[in-house]
Protein backbone atom coordinates (compact mmCIF):
# COMPACT_ATOMS: atom_id res chain seq x y z
CA UNK A 1 0.00 0.00 0.00
CA UNK A 2 2.92 2.38 1.30
CA UNK A 3 6.36 2.44 -0.07
CA UNK A 4 9.63 4.51 0.43
CA UNK A 5 12.33 3.49 -1.49
CA UNK A 6 15.57 4.58 -0.99
CA UNK A 7 14.38 7.95 0.93
CA UNK A 8 16.88 10.52 1.88
CA UNK A 9 15.72 13.79 3.86
CA UNK A 10 17.89 16.47 4.89
CA UNK A 11 16.86 19.39 7.60
CA UNK A 12 19.68 22.45 5.99
CA UNK A 13 23.09 20.51 7.14
CA UNK A 14 21.38 17.67 9.04
CA UNK A 15 20.86 14.39 7.35
CA UNK A 16 18.08 13.30 9.22
CA UNK A 17 17.12 10.45 6.71
CA UNK A 18 19.36 7.94 4.78
CA UNK A 19 18.20 5.41 2.05
CA UNK A 20 15.17 4.79 4.21
CA UNK A 21 13.13 1.51 2.81
CA UNK A 22 9.70 0.23 4.10
CA UNK A 23 6.78 -1.21 3.47
CA UNK A 24 3.47 -0.93 4.87
CA UNK A 25 0.68 -3.89 3.67
CA UNK A 26 -2.94 -3.16 3.04
CA UNK A 27 -5.02 -4.12 6.64
CA UNK A 28 -2.63 -4.25 9.27
CA UNK A 29 -0.19 -2.76 11.83
CA UNK A 30 3.22 -1.79 11.18
CA UNK A 31 5.65 0.03 13.29
CA UNK A 32 8.56 1.94 13.51
CA UNK A 33 10.59 2.18 16.46
CA UNK A 34 13.57 3.93 17.64
CA UNK A 35 15.23 6.55 19.75
CA UNK A 36 14.91 9.74 20.09
CA UNK A 37 16.19 11.92 16.69
CA UNK A 38 16.27 8.92 15.65
CA UNK A 39 13.83 10.20 12.08
CA UNK A 40 10.57 8.91 13.16
CA UNK A 41 8.97 12.12 13.04
CA UNK A 42 10.88 12.93 9.35
CA UNK A 43 9.80 9.66 8.10
CA UNK A 44 6.04 10.71 8.60
CA UNK A 45 6.63 14.09 7.62
CA UNK A 46 8.49 12.85 4.23
CA UNK A 47 5.52 11.05 3.47
CA UNK A 48 2.77 13.64 4.00
CA UNK A 49 5.27 16.12 1.77
CA UNK A 50 5.94 18.43 5.49
CA UNK A 51 9.23 17.73 5.05
CA UNK A 52 11.42 16.99 1.45
CA UNK A 53 13.27 13.75 0.49
CA UNK A 54 16.14 15.06 -1.83
CA UNK A 55 16.62 11.19 -3.50
CA UNK A 56 13.98 8.43 -3.16
CA UNK A 57 10.56 7.71 -3.68
CA UNK A 58 7.37 7.65 -1.71
CA UNK A 59 4.39 5.74 -3.29
CA UNK A 60 0.96 5.45 -2.10
CA UNK A 61 -0.72 2.63 -4.04
CA UNK A 62 1.89 2.60 -6.86
CA UNK A 63 0.76 7.33 -7.26
CA UNK A 64 4.53 8.59 -6.52
CA UNK A 65 3.99 11.50 -3.95
CA UNK A 66 6.97 13.17 -4.11
CA UNK A 67 6.43 17.22 -4.45
CA UNK A 68 2.73 16.39 -4.35
CA UNK A 69 1.17 19.07 -1.54
CA UNK A 70 0.24 18.20 1.85
CA UNK A 71 -3.64 19.07 1.68
CA UNK A 72 -3.34 16.83 -1.73
CA UNK A 73 -2.06 13.62 0.27
CA UNK A 74 -4.69 14.20 2.77
CA UNK A 75 -7.13 14.00 -0.34
CA UNK A 76 -5.58 10.65 -1.48
CA UNK A 77 -6.32 9.02 1.67
CA UNK A 78 -3.45 9.70 4.19
CA UNK A 79 -3.76 11.36 7.71
CA UNK A 80 -1.22 11.83 9.99
CA UNK A 81 -1.79 12.36 13.43
CA UNK A 82 1.10 14.66 14.39
CA UNK A 83 3.98 14.48 17.45
CA UNK A 84 2.29 16.43 20.37
CA UNK A 85 -1.03 16.29 18.72
CA UNK A 86 -1.85 19.72 17.30
CA UNK A 87 -4.90 20.07 17.65
CA UNK A 88 -6.62 23.28 17.18
CA UNK A 89 -6.33 24.71 20.61
CA UNK A 90 -8.34 28.12 19.83
CA UNK A 91 -11.38 26.02 18.31
CA UNK A 92 -13.77 23.62 20.20
CA UNK A 93 -14.07 19.71 20.18
CA UNK A 94 -16.72 20.13 17.69
CA UNK A 95 -14.96 22.17 14.95
CA UNK A 96 -11.33 20.28 15.07
CA UNK A 97 -13.80 17.26 14.45
CA UNK A 98 -15.46 19.49 11.45
CA UNK A 99 -11.83 20.54 10.25
CA UNK A 100 -10.76 16.64 10.19
CA UNK A 101 -13.93 15.92 7.86
CA UNK A 102 -12.84 19.39 5.70
CA UNK A 103 -13.07 17.48 2.29
CA UNK A 104 -16.63 15.42 3.52
CA UNK A 105 -18.76 18.23 1.76
CA UNK A 106 -21.69 15.43 2.33
CA UNK A 107 -22.98 17.45 5.61
CA UNK A 108 -25.16 13.96 6.33
CA UNK A 109 -21.93 12.14 6.21
CA UNK A 110 -20.17 14.30 8.27
CA UNK A 111 -22.79 13.76 11.14
CA UNK A 112 -22.35 9.79 10.83
CA UNK A 113 -18.38 10.33 10.55
CA UNK A 114 -18.75 12.21 13.82
CA UNK A 115 -20.99 9.64 15.81
CA UNK A 116 -18.67 7.00 14.70
CA UNK A 117 -15.76 9.34 16.26
CA UNK A 118 -18.37 9.29 19.59
CA UNK A 119 -18.41 5.58 19.41
CA UNK A 120 -14.94 5.11 19.57
CA UNK A 121 -14.05 8.05 21.86
CA UNK A 122 -17.40 8.17 24.01
CA UNK A 123 -15.43 10.78 26.50
CA UNK A 124 -15.48 13.54 23.49
CA UNK A 125 -19.02 13.45 23.12
CA UNK A 126 -19.16 15.13 26.81
CA UNK A 127 -16.50 17.83 25.45
CA UNK A 128 -18.10 18.97 22.13
CA UNK A 129 -18.37 22.44 22.86
CA UNK A 130 -15.00 22.77 24.93
CA UNK A 131 -12.25 24.41 23.35
CA UNK A 132 -9.46 21.92 22.38
CA UNK A 133 -6.81 23.82 24.29
CA UNK A 134 -8.74 22.91 27.82
CA UNK A 135 -9.08 19.13 27.13
CA UNK A 136 -6.26 16.88 28.83
CA UNK A 137 -3.53 14.88 27.38
CA UNK A 138 -5.19 11.61 27.02
CA UNK A 139 -8.40 13.54 25.51
CA UNK A 140 -6.37 16.15 23.29
CA UNK A 141 -4.92 12.51 21.83
CA UNK A 142 -7.98 11.15 21.16
CA UNK A 143 -9.18 14.43 19.62
CA UNK A 144 -6.18 14.45 17.43
CA UNK A 145 -7.08 10.63 16.18
CA UNK A 146 -10.76 11.44 16.34
CA UNK A 147 -10.02 14.71 13.99
CA UNK A 148 -7.59 12.37 11.86
CA UNK A 149 -10.43 9.46 11.10
CA UNK A 150 -12.66 11.71 10.44
CA UNK A 151 -11.94 11.78 6.69
CA UNK A 152 -11.97 7.87 6.52
CA UNK A 153 -8.52 7.10 6.05
CA UNK A 154 -7.17 4.33 4.27
CA UNK A 155 -3.95 4.50 5.79
CA UNK A 156 -3.68 6.59 8.78
CA UNK A 157 0.09 7.48 10.53
CA UNK A 158 0.51 8.09 14.23
CA UNK A 159 3.57 9.63 15.81
CA UNK A 160 3.71 8.50 19.49
CA UNK A 161 0.23 8.30 20.22
CA UNK A 162 1.26 7.12 24.16
CA UNK A 163 3.59 10.22 24.63
CA UNK A 164 3.08 11.76 28.26
CA UNK A 165 0.11 9.64 28.92
CA UNK A 166 -0.79 7.73 32.03
CA UNK A 167 -0.87 4.06 31.52
CA UNK A 168 -4.50 3.32 32.19
CA UNK A 169 -5.28 5.99 29.03
CA UNK A 170 -2.31 4.92 26.93
CA UNK A 171 -4.45 1.16 26.98
CA UNK A 172 -7.63 3.42 25.89
CA UNK A 173 -6.12 4.92 23.29
CA UNK A 174 -4.45 1.43 21.91
CA UNK A 175 -7.86 -0.09 21.91
CA UNK A 176 -8.98 2.33 19.72
CA UNK A 177 -6.14 2.06 17.60
CA UNK A 178 -7.10 -1.65 17.18
CA UNK A 179 -10.56 -0.95 16.83
CA UNK A 180 -9.74 1.27 14.00
CA UNK A 181 -7.37 -1.20 11.90
CA UNK A 182 -10.41 -3.91 12.69
CA UNK A 183 -12.98 -1.41 10.73
CA UNK A 184 -9.69 -1.41 7.89
CA UNK A 185 -7.69 1.28 8.09
CA UNK A 186 -4.34 0.31 7.40
CA UNK A 187 -2.07 1.92 10.48
CA UNK A 188 2.09 2.67 10.26
CA UNK A 189 2.60 3.26 14.17
CA UNK A 190 5.70 5.20 15.14
CA UNK A 191 6.74 5.01 19.04
CA UNK A 192 9.29 5.07 21.46
CA UNK A 193 7.65 2.30 23.70
CA UNK A 194 9.36 -0.37 21.76
CA UNK A 195 7.51 -2.82 23.97
CA UNK A 196 3.85 -1.69 23.27
CA UNK A 197 4.77 -1.02 19.10
CA UNK A 198 6.22 -4.73 18.78
CA UNK A 199 3.02 -5.76 20.97
CA UNK A 200 0.68 -4.35 19.51
CA UNK A 201 1.94 -4.58 15.32
CA UNK A 202 2.64 -7.43 12.93
CA UNK A 203 5.67 -5.84 10.88
CA UNK A 204 8.04 -3.92 12.75
CA UNK A 205 11.08 -1.46 11.12
CA UNK A 206 13.70 -0.44 13.49
CA UNK A 207 15.50 3.52 12.84
CA UNK A 208 18.58 4.08 14.06
CA UNK A 209 20.48 7.77 13.14
CA UNK A 210 18.39 8.13 9.89
CA UNK A 211 18.75 4.65 8.90
CA UNK A 212 16.71 1.06 9.00
CA UNK A 213 18.99 -1.39 10.46
CA UNK A 214 16.56 -4.03 10.62
CA UNK A 215 12.96 -5.19 10.38
CA UNK A 216 10.92 -8.31 10.24
CA UNK A 217 7.70 -9.36 12.11
CA UNK A 218 6.82 -7.36 15.30
CA UNK A 219 6.82 -10.72 17.47
CA UNK A 220 10.29 -11.91 15.90
CA UNK A 221 12.08 -8.57 16.25
CA UNK A 222 10.58 -8.44 20.14
CA UNK A 223 12.92 -12.02 20.41
CA UNK A 224 15.69 -10.37 19.05
CA UNK A 225 18.65 -10.22 21.21
CA UNK A 226 19.79 -6.85 19.87
CA UNK A 227 16.12 -5.44 20.40
CA UNK A 228 16.04 -6.49 23.59
CA UNK A 229 19.24 -4.58 24.47
CA UNK A 230 18.72 -1.71 22.74
CA UNK A 231 14.66 -1.18 23.19
CA UNK A 232 13.20 -3.10 25.42
CA UNK A 233 15.77 -2.34 28.45
CA UNK A 234 16.07 -6.18 29.15
CA UNK B 1 -21.03 66.54 28.83
CA UNK B 2 -22.38 67.99 25.30
CA UNK B 3 -19.03 68.35 23.80
CA UNK B 4 -18.29 64.59 25.26
CA UNK B 5 -21.22 63.16 23.07
CA UNK B 6 -20.20 65.67 20.61
CA UNK B 7 -16.38 63.88 20.67
CA UNK B 8 -17.99 60.04 21.36
CA UNK B 9 -19.69 60.70 18.03
CA UNK B 10 -16.85 61.75 16.25
CA UNK B 11 -14.11 59.33 17.84
CA UNK B 12 -16.39 56.31 16.82
CA UNK B 13 -16.55 57.31 13.04
CA UNK B 14 -12.76 57.98 12.68
CA UNK B 15 -12.44 54.58 15.22
CA UNK B 16 -14.31 52.51 12.45
CA UNK B 17 -12.22 53.82 9.66
CA UNK B 18 -9.25 52.62 11.93
CA UNK B 19 -10.75 49.38 12.85
CA UNK B 20 -11.69 48.24 9.21
CA UNK B 21 -7.82 48.64 8.48
CA UNK B 22 -6.48 46.80 11.89
CA UNK B 23 -8.60 44.20 10.85
CA UNK B 24 -6.42 43.48 7.77
CA UNK B 25 -2.94 43.77 9.67
CA UNK B 26 -4.80 41.46 12.07
CA UNK B 27 -5.98 38.74 9.73
CA UNK B 28 -3.09 38.63 7.53
CA UNK B 29 -0.45 38.74 10.84
CA UNK B 30 -2.99 35.58 11.73
CA UNK B 31 -1.85 33.35 8.78
CA UNK B 32 1.28 34.41 7.88
CA UNK B 33 2.94 35.96 11.03
CA UNK B 34 3.75 39.24 8.91
CA UNK B 35 3.22 42.73 9.66
CA UNK B 36 2.20 43.50 6.01
CA UNK B 37 3.80 47.34 5.77
CA UNK B 38 1.63 48.07 2.76
CA UNK B 39 -1.80 48.12 4.00
CA UNK B 40 -2.10 51.62 4.65
CA UNK B 41 -1.58 52.06 1.28
CA UNK B 42 -3.73 49.43 -0.18
CA UNK B 43 -6.12 51.37 1.79
CA UNK B 44 -4.75 54.56 -0.39
CA UNK B 45 -5.25 52.35 -3.30
CA UNK B 46 -9.20 51.97 -1.92
CA UNK B 47 -10.18 55.82 -1.60
CA UNK B 48 -8.27 56.02 -5.37
CA UNK B 49 -9.78 53.10 -6.84
CA UNK B 50 -13.08 54.46 -5.30
CA UNK B 51 -12.14 58.17 -6.63
CA UNK B 52 -11.95 56.79 -10.38
CA UNK B 53 -15.12 54.33 -9.68
CA UNK B 54 -17.44 57.54 -8.28
CA UNK B 55 -16.25 59.79 -11.79
CA UNK B 56 -17.20 56.72 -13.96
CA UNK B 57 -19.93 56.10 -12.14
CA UNK B 58 -21.07 59.95 -12.35
CA UNK B 59 -23.21 59.75 -15.12
CA UNK B 60 -25.52 57.07 -14.54
CA UNK B 61 -26.45 58.22 -10.50
CA UNK B 62 -29.44 56.65 -8.95
CA UNK B 63 -29.97 57.44 -5.39
CA UNK B 64 -26.91 58.54 -3.40
CA UNK B 65 -26.86 54.78 -0.72
CA UNK B 66 -26.99 52.96 -4.52
CA UNK B 67 -24.37 55.25 -5.53
CA UNK B 68 -22.06 54.68 -2.78
CA UNK B 69 -22.71 50.84 -2.52
CA UNK B 70 -21.51 50.55 -6.29
CA UNK B 71 -19.11 53.09 -5.28
CA UNK B 72 -17.25 50.47 -2.23
CA UNK B 73 -17.92 47.07 -4.34
CA UNK B 74 -16.05 48.48 -7.07
CA UNK B 75 -13.10 49.93 -4.92
CA UNK B 76 -13.46 46.55 -2.79
CA UNK B 77 -13.32 44.27 -5.76
CA UNK B 78 -10.31 46.28 -7.17
CA UNK B 79 -8.34 46.19 -4.11
CA UNK B 80 -8.99 42.49 -3.71
CA UNK B 81 -7.52 41.70 -7.10
CA UNK B 82 -4.44 44.35 -6.16
CA UNK B 83 -3.84 42.30 -3.36
CA UNK B 84 -4.29 38.84 -4.81
CA UNK B 85 -1.18 40.20 -6.93
CA UNK B 86 1.23 41.71 -4.38
CA UNK B 87 0.71 38.25 -2.24
CA UNK B 88 1.30 36.39 -5.79
CA UNK B 89 4.25 38.51 -6.87
CA UNK B 90 5.91 39.77 -3.75
CA UNK B 91 5.04 37.57 -0.24
CA UNK B 92 4.77 34.16 -2.03
CA UNK B 93 7.95 33.51 -3.29
CA UNK B 94 9.55 34.41 -0.30
CA UNK B 95 7.15 32.70 2.29
CA UNK B 96 9.85 30.39 2.99
CA UNK B 97 12.67 33.11 3.91
CA UNK B 98 13.09 34.55 7.19
CA UNK B 99 11.00 36.71 9.02
CA UNK B 100 13.44 39.69 8.34
CA UNK B 101 13.21 39.29 4.65
CA UNK B 102 9.46 39.19 4.22
CA UNK B 103 8.94 42.83 6.32
CA UNK B 104 11.83 43.84 4.11
CA UNK B 105 9.79 42.83 1.15
CA UNK B 106 6.32 44.22 2.80
CA UNK B 107 8.66 47.81 2.98
CA UNK B 108 9.62 47.40 -0.48
CA UNK B 109 6.34 46.78 -1.28
CA UNK B 110 4.99 49.79 0.25
CA UNK B 111 7.35 52.37 -0.39
CA UNK B 112 6.36 51.00 -4.22
CA UNK B 113 2.58 51.62 -4.23
CA UNK B 114 3.46 54.76 -2.51
CA UNK B 115 5.32 56.17 -5.33
CA UNK B 116 3.31 54.51 -8.08
CA UNK B 117 0.65 56.24 -6.26
CA UNK B 118 2.48 59.31 -7.12
CA UNK B 119 3.22 58.64 -10.57
CA UNK B 120 -0.11 57.21 -11.86
CA UNK B 121 -2.75 59.76 -9.96
CA UNK B 122 -0.36 62.30 -9.33
CA UNK B 123 1.53 63.67 -5.94
CA UNK B 124 -1.52 66.25 -5.09
CA UNK B 125 -4.34 65.98 -3.43
CA UNK B 126 -8.02 65.00 -5.38
CA UNK B 127 -10.98 65.85 -4.21
CA UNK B 128 -13.50 62.84 -3.73
CA UNK B 129 -16.50 63.51 -5.72
CA UNK B 130 -19.56 63.91 -3.25
CA UNK B 131 -21.72 60.90 -2.95
CA UNK B 132 -24.14 61.80 -0.27
CA UNK B 133 -24.95 65.50 0.25
CA UNK B 134 -24.31 66.83 3.95
CA UNK B 135 -27.39 66.46 6.39
CA UNK B 136 -27.21 67.38 10.12
CA UNK B 137 -29.51 66.71 12.95
CA UNK B 138 -28.90 68.42 15.61
CA UNK B 139 -30.03 67.12 19.00
CA UNK B 140 -29.99 68.07 22.55
CA UNK B 141 -27.02 70.24 20.72
CA UNK B 142 -24.95 67.18 19.45
CA UNK B 143 -24.23 67.27 16.13
CA UNK B 144 -25.11 64.13 13.80
CA UNK B 145 -24.30 64.45 10.09
CA UNK B 146 -25.66 62.00 7.81
CA UNK B 147 -21.92 61.43 6.88
CA UNK B 148 -20.37 59.91 9.86
CA UNK B 149 -23.72 58.04 10.98
CA UNK B 150 -22.85 56.13 7.20
CA UNK B 151 -19.19 55.60 8.23
CA UNK B 152 -20.28 53.92 11.40
CA UNK B 153 -23.14 52.24 10.06
CA UNK B 154 -21.20 50.37 6.95
CA UNK B 155 -18.29 49.81 8.99
CA UNK B 156 -20.43 48.23 11.88
CA UNK B 157 -22.62 46.02 9.07
CA UNK B 158 -19.27 45.24 7.71
CA UNK B 159 -17.56 43.79 11.19
CA UNK B 160 -20.68 41.64 11.27
CA UNK B 161 -20.00 39.94 8.34
CA UNK B 162 -16.61 39.36 8.66
CA UNK B 163 -17.22 37.96 11.81
CA UNK B 164 -20.26 35.56 10.17
CA UNK B 165 -17.94 34.47 7.57
CA UNK B 166 -14.54 34.09 10.06
CA UNK B 167 -16.88 32.02 12.92
CA UNK B 168 -19.91 30.48 11.35
CA UNK B 169 -18.68 29.04 7.70
CA UNK B 170 -16.62 25.96 6.71
CA UNK B 171 -13.83 28.63 4.59
CA UNK B 172 -13.60 30.75 7.78
CA UNK B 173 -13.19 27.41 10.39
CA UNK B 174 -10.18 26.91 7.92
CA UNK B 175 -8.47 30.31 8.41
CA UNK B 176 -8.76 29.90 12.04
CA UNK B 177 -7.08 26.57 11.56
CA UNK B 178 -4.52 28.26 9.58
CA UNK B 179 -3.40 30.92 11.58
CA UNK B 180 -3.41 28.55 14.48
CA UNK B 181 -0.86 25.90 13.04
CA UNK B 182 -0.33 25.93 9.29
CA UNK B 183 1.16 22.45 8.76
CA UNK B 184 -2.03 21.01 10.79
CA UNK B 185 -4.30 22.88 8.61
CA UNK B 186 -2.81 21.19 5.45
CA UNK B 187 -2.91 17.59 6.75
CA UNK B 188 -6.85 18.35 7.35
CA UNK B 189 -6.88 18.63 3.37
CA UNK B 190 -6.85 22.62 3.63
CA UNK B 191 -5.23 24.14 0.66
CA UNK B 192 -3.59 26.60 2.70
CA UNK B 193 -2.02 28.87 -0.07
CA UNK B 194 -5.59 29.52 -1.32
CA UNK B 195 -6.48 30.16 2.58
CA UNK B 196 -3.82 32.65 2.73
CA UNK B 197 -4.50 34.60 -0.59
CA UNK B 198 -8.18 34.61 0.62
CA UNK B 199 -7.04 36.41 4.00
CA UNK B 200 -5.06 39.22 1.82
CA UNK B 201 -7.92 39.77 -0.61
CA UNK B 202 -10.75 40.13 2.60
CA UNK B 203 -8.45 42.47 4.43
CA UNK B 204 -7.67 44.38 1.68
CA UNK B 205 -11.46 45.05 0.49
CA UNK B 206 -11.42 46.03 4.29
CA UNK B 207 -9.05 48.32 3.64
CA UNK B 208 -10.68 49.40 0.71
CA UNK B 209 -13.84 50.45 2.08
CA UNK B 210 -12.25 52.38 4.90
CA UNK B 211 -10.84 54.24 2.57
CA UNK B 212 -13.70 54.78 0.59
CA UNK B 213 -15.69 55.93 3.53
CA UNK B 214 -13.15 58.27 4.93
CA UNK B 215 -13.48 60.04 1.40
CA UNK B 216 -16.86 60.32 2.51
CA UNK B 217 -16.41 62.11 5.40
CA UNK B 218 -13.05 64.13 4.43
CA UNK B 219 -13.01 64.42 1.25
CA UNK B 220 -9.17 65.11 0.28
CA UNK B 221 -7.27 62.22 -1.18
CA UNK B 222 -3.60 61.70 -2.07
CA UNK B 223 -1.03 58.96 -2.35
CA UNK B 224 0.34 59.41 0.63
CA UNK B 225 -3.00 59.48 2.41
CA UNK B 226 -2.23 55.72 3.96
CA UNK B 227 1.10 55.99 5.68
CA UNK B 228 -0.35 58.09 8.88
CA UNK B 229 -3.33 55.73 8.77
CA UNK B 230 -1.41 53.09 8.22
CA UNK B 231 0.44 52.87 11.32
CA UNK B 232 -2.13 54.04 13.43
CA UNK B 233 -4.51 50.90 12.40
CA UNK B 234 -0.91 48.74 13.13
CA UNK B 235 -1.13 50.88 16.65
CA UNK B 236 -4.94 49.91 16.62
CA UNK B 237 -4.22 46.02 16.21
CA UNK B 238 -1.46 46.07 18.36
CA UNK B 239 -3.36 47.59 21.28
CA UNK B 240 -6.43 44.94 20.86
CA UNK B 241 -3.64 42.14 20.52
CA UNK B 242 -2.35 41.37 17.32
CA UNK B 243 -4.59 38.19 15.67
CA UNK B 244 -7.34 38.72 17.69
CA UNK B 245 -10.02 39.80 15.16
CA UNK B 246 -11.96 41.25 18.32
CA UNK B 247 -9.04 43.24 19.16
CA UNK B 248 -8.74 44.77 15.92
CA UNK B 249 -11.57 46.31 16.38
CA UNK B 250 -11.48 47.55 19.87
CA UNK B 251 -8.04 48.38 19.05
CA UNK B 252 -9.31 50.70 16.01
CA UNK B 253 -12.08 52.37 18.36
CA UNK B 254 -10.24 53.07 21.59
CA UNK B 255 -7.60 54.97 19.30
CA UNK B 256 -10.21 56.69 17.43
CA UNK B 257 -11.68 58.09 20.12
CA UNK B 258 -8.09 58.56 22.01
CA UNK B 259 -7.23 60.61 19.17
CA UNK B 260 -10.70 63.12 18.71
CA UNK B 261 -10.73 63.32 23.08
CA UNK B 262 -7.28 64.64 23.02
CA UNK B 263 -7.71 66.78 20.04
CA UNK B 264 -11.30 68.18 21.29
CA UNK B 265 -10.19 68.82 25.27
CA UNK B 266 -5.78 68.86 24.73
CA UNK B 267 -4.56 70.60 21.84
CA UNK B 268 -5.13 69.32 17.80
CA UNK B 269 -0.86 69.67 17.62
CA UNK B 270 -0.62 66.33 19.68
CA UNK B 271 -3.88 64.18 17.99
CA UNK B 272 -1.28 62.29 15.74
CA UNK B 273 1.33 61.69 19.03
CA UNK B 274 -1.36 59.81 21.02
CA UNK B 275 -1.31 56.72 18.71
CA UNK B 276 2.20 56.83 19.35
CA UNK B 277 2.11 57.27 23.28
CA UNK B 278 -0.58 54.47 23.20
CA UNK B 279 2.10 51.80 21.33
CA UNK B 280 5.02 52.52 23.58
CA UNK B 281 2.24 52.35 26.59
CA UNK B 282 1.41 48.77 25.34
CA UNK B 283 4.64 47.83 24.56
CA UNK B 284 6.23 48.49 27.86
CA UNK B 285 3.00 47.14 30.09
CA UNK B 286 1.24 44.53 28.11
CA UNK B 287 2.98 43.62 24.59
CA UNK B 288 0.56 41.18 23.67
CA UNK B 289 -2.38 43.78 23.71
CA UNK B 290 -5.67 43.86 25.40
CA UNK B 291 -6.99 40.46 24.27
CA UNK B 292 -3.77 38.97 23.37
CA UNK B 293 -2.88 35.93 24.95
CA UNK B 294 0.61 34.93 25.74
CA UNK B 295 4.41 36.33 24.34
CA UNK B 296 4.27 38.22 21.62
CA UNK B 297 6.59 37.23 19.13
CA UNK B 298 9.41 39.73 17.89
CA UNK B 299 9.04 40.37 14.44
N1 LIG C 1 13.00 21.30 11.67
C1 LIG C 1 14.22 20.72 11.87
N2 LIG C 1 15.35 21.40 11.61
C2 LIG C 1 16.56 20.85 11.80
N3 LIG C 1 16.75 19.61 12.24
C3 LIG C 1 15.67 18.88 12.54
C4 LIG C 1 14.35 19.39 12.36
N4 LIG C 1 13.47 18.43 12.72
C5 LIG C 1 14.22 17.38 13.10
N5 LIG C 1 15.54 17.62 12.98
C6 LIG C 1 16.64 16.69 13.27
O1 LIG C 1 16.45 15.54 12.48
C7 LIG C 1 16.74 14.37 13.23
C8 LIG C 1 15.53 13.46 13.25
O2 LIG C 1 14.46 14.10 13.94
P1 LIG C 1 13.04 13.45 14.14
O3 LIG C 1 12.17 14.47 14.75
O4 LIG C 1 12.59 12.85 12.87
O5 LIG C 1 13.35 12.31 15.19
P2 LIG C 1 12.37 11.38 15.99
O6 LIG C 1 12.84 10.00 15.77
O7 LIG C 1 10.98 11.69 15.64
O8 LIG C 1 12.67 11.80 17.49
P3 LIG C 1 11.70 11.90 18.76
O9 LIG C 1 11.56 10.52 19.29
O10 LIG C 1 12.44 12.78 19.71
O11 LIG C 1 10.41 12.48 18.30
C9 LIG C 1 17.14 14.85 14.62
O12 LIG C 1 18.54 14.85 14.66
C10 LIG C 1 16.61 16.23 14.71
O13 LIG C 1 17.42 17.05 15.51
MG1 LIG D 1 9.41 12.41 16.67
Redesign the interface.
Known amino acids: MLSLKGVSTRYGAIQALSDVSLEVAQGGIATLIGANGAGKSTTLRSIMGLAHPHSGDVLFEGKRLNRVPTHRIAALGISLVPEGRAVFANLTVAENLELGGYLQKDRNKLKRDMDHVYEVFPRLKERLAQMAGTLSGGEQQMLAIGRAIMARPRLLLLDEPSLGLAPLMVHVIFDAIARINAEGTTILLVEQNANLALHRSQHAYVLETGRIIMHGPSSVLAQDPRVKEAYLGE | MQTFFQQLINGLSLGSIYALVALGYTMVYGVLRLINFAHGDVYMLGAYFGYYAARILHPYRVVPWIDTLAVMVASMVACGLTALLIERLAYRPVRHASRLTMLIIAIGVSLLLESLGQIVFGADPKFFPQLIPEKTWRWHGVIFTNQEMVVILVAFILMVLLNLFVYRT ?1 TG ?2 M ?2 VS ?2 L ?10 DRIISLTFVIGSSLAAAGGVLVSINIPGIDPLMGVMTGLKAFVAAVLGGIGNIFGAVLGGLILGMAEVMVAGYGSSTYRDAIAFLILIAILLFKPAGILGKGQVEKV
Open positions: RKARAFNDAAKLMGINT
